[in-house]
């Protein structure tokens, strides 16, 4: 996988990563997962999008060049890990909600727990984070060099498989058709609509 495949529109790109694989490395060893789930992130052009009131400390991995993950802890609790897309100086990511572990099993059962069934050890953004290994310390990793988290290729999804839909979860541009995801799969989250959300004009 090269940048110019990342170096589009979020829009453009979450569902291409439908199929494709996250693998993170870590001294505990390896977890891979084949992304079943995304939603799109416009930055300034979207209310949603930590960067639409522009560039922070924080949010800054989202300007740099397409290929680094923006990490970030979503209410105090969980890990959400996002690829950076678009072009650089322009905000623009691709969150990843869910996915189904297709190597290192046990290690992701290990951090889940014991008791969470296989189509469940990643599904959901925070949980996604938590049965590959990823925290904090992998912001800004560029996932196209192979370093402890990587990019690569995955079994190529039939297009009549995709499904798209509105965003989980958030308050702003939350009926935007931005999420994209496997049909009839048992890994991807469930629909929840924010009870804070109001209508919006939307893409």
Not at 99 to 110: F, Y
Request: aromatic share 6%; net charge positive; proline share 6%.
């Amino acid at each position: 996988m090269n940048v110019d495949f990342l170096a589009r529109p979020a829009e453009e790109v979450a569902p291409k990563l439908l199929g494709r694989v996250l693998t993170c490395r870590t001294p505990e060893g390896a977890v891979s997962i084949a992304i079943t789930e995304t939603e799109a992130y416009s930055g300034t052009a979207d209310p949603a999008s930590h960067a639409y009131r522009g560039r922070t400390p924080r949010n800054a991995v989202m300007f740099g060049a397409a290929g680094h993950l923006y990490v970030y802890r979503s209410h105090g609790l969980h890990w959400c890990a996002n690829v950076v897309t678009g072009t650089d100086g322009i905000a623009s990511a691709v969150l990843i909600r869910a996915g189904r572990v297709i190597e290192g099993e046990d290690l992701a059962r290990e951090r889940r727990g014991a008791k969470v069934e296989s189509p469940r050890l990643a599904r959901g953004p925070g949980n996604f984070c938590q049965a590959l290994g990823i925290t904090a310390e992998h912001n800004g990793t560029d996932l196209l060099t192979g370093a402890s988290v990587a990019l690569s290729e995955g079994e190529p999804v039939p297009a009549a498989l995709v499904r798209i839909g509105p965003r989980v979860g958030v308050s702003r541009a939350h009926d935007w058709q931005h999420r994209f995801y496997l049909a009839d799969d048992p890994t991807v989250s469930a629909y929840r609509l924010s009870p804070r959300a109001k209508p919006s004009a939307g893409a």
